[in-house]
């Protein structure tokens, strides 16, 4: 069992900065994040490996948005810059156990609410 807490979420104004947080129990394969706005499809975020770090990016987030992971305190970091309104979602954390597990985003997290005013 992998168990995922959020945090980090807020109201910011748009170009602004946040850091959300993703704290897991175990150590995960990998660690993906998620956000769905109201009314649409939840999409990709990022992704990293947890061994290799090894991170992947939605194009609507590259260069804006940064994945890590602290392996002392068992978290993944979503470190979030320039800020648009359309970032403005519901962001979740996913977990897959094991490399043949990739994919199947077994665990996932309660959410975190951001918000980006205009």
């Known amino acids: 069992q992998v168990q995922l807490v959020e945090s980090g979420g807020g109201l910011v104004q748009a170009g602004g900065s946040l850091r959300l947080s993703c704290a897991a129990s175990?150590?995960?394969?990998?660690i993906t994040w998620f956000r769905q706005a109201p009314g649409k499809e939840r999409e990709f975020v990022a992704s990293?490996?947890?061994?290799?770090?090894?991170?992947s990016y939605a194009n609507s987030v590259k260069s804006r948005f940064t994945i890590s992971r602290d392996n002392a305190k068992n978290t993944v970091y979503l470190q979030m810059n320039s800020l648009k309104p359309e970032d403005t979602a519901v962001y979740y954390c996913?977990?897959?156990?094991?490399?043949?597990?990739?994919?199947?985003?077994?665990?996932w997290g309660q959410g975190t609410q951001v918000t980006v005013s205009s």
């Open positions: 996913a977990a897959d156990r094991s490399l043949s597990d990739l994919g199947k985003y077994e665990y």
């Open positions: 175990g150590r995960p394969f990998a």
């Open positions: 990293i490996r947890w061994s290799s770090g090894i991170a």
